[in-house]
């Protein structure tokens, strides 16, 4: 079955387009908006699997490529998971791409322009993309700023999609679908994070998610009140600072 996605713009048009140009697409969008759910849903739509890296600090070239192992007393080299996707003709998908290692990227060159050839340098191979292969990334352009910034060398190798939070609409509808919370429950929890969203003065390094928002309304289906489930799903997870956290479960205790 196809994850559910609920289209905001015209991003599913444009997706789809850019599968079949075999052109990579970056998207860009804070945490918790629908990235990761919108290449899933768009992996199922055009029939191809999916393999999804989460990048972090310690992600390097060889997590993706792959290395040579010892098994029974052999030396077997064994496919990363960028490896596999380009045999196999799936949609790689490399989520916070930011984070991982700059060799990384330099490893991502090939993918990204018209060679679409990985090069195992470690096994002596050039493996060119099977029909179907796409790459695809995500970053959060407001979480770090400073050394783990895409270069504009690197973006300029994608077609780069925005994405933000939903339109109150659309978003309580996703929380509501997603959740099988009361549509008036949605609702209130999706004021709630419009209310957040817009107070800077909270300092907070991120703000409320769509997906935090599904956790709270999930709760509050399962009988947790709304107020508990604001404290446990949302504040806690946004803050450690106790003033801050505070003003948040106030705001929370006046809307429910």
């Not at 380009?86 to 330099?106: F, M, N, P, Q």
């Not at 928002?213 to 509050?220: C, D, M, N, P, S």
């Amino acid at each position: 079955m196809t994850p559910y996605y609920r289209p905001i713009a015209h991003e599913v048009e444009l997706f789809r387009h850019a599968y079949d140009a075999g052109l990579p697409v970056l998207l860009k969008g804070p945490t918790g908006c629908g990235k990761s759910r919108f290449v899933e849903a768009m992996a199922a739509r055009v029939g191809r699997p999916l393999v999804t890296v989460s990048c972090n600090d310690e992600t390097g070239a060889a997590d993706l490529l792959g290395r040579w192992l010892v098994k029974g007393g052999d030396t077997v080299w064994q496919d990363g998971p960028a490896t596999r996707a380009v045999r196999e003709g799936a949609i790689l998908y490399l989520d916070e791409v930011a984070e991982a290692r700059e060799d990384v990227l330099v490893v991502l060159h090939a993918l990204s322009d018209h060679r679409r050839t990985l090069f195992l340098d470690r096994h002596d191979e050039t493996v060119p993309a099977a029909p179907g292969f796409l790459l695809t990334a995500s970053f959060n352009p407001g979480y770090r700023h400073g050394p783990k910034e895409l270069k504009p060398s690197t973006r300029q190798r994608f077609l780069c999609f925005a994405f933000d939070y939903p339109p109150e609409a659309i978003e309580t509808e996703i929380v509501q679908t997603e959740s099988g919370a009361e549509a008036a429950v949605a609702k209130r929890l999706v004021v709630y994070a419009g209310k957040v969203r817009r107070l800077e003065t909270l300092g907070l390094a991120e703000t409320v998610s769509t997906r935090l928002l599904i956790g709270a309304a999930k709760l509050v289906g399962r009988g947790v009140s709304a107020r508990a489930a604001c404290r446990v799903a949302i504040v806690e997870p946004l803050t450690d600072d106790p003033q801050t956290a505070r003003a948040m479960q106030d705001l929370a205790d006046l809307m429910f």
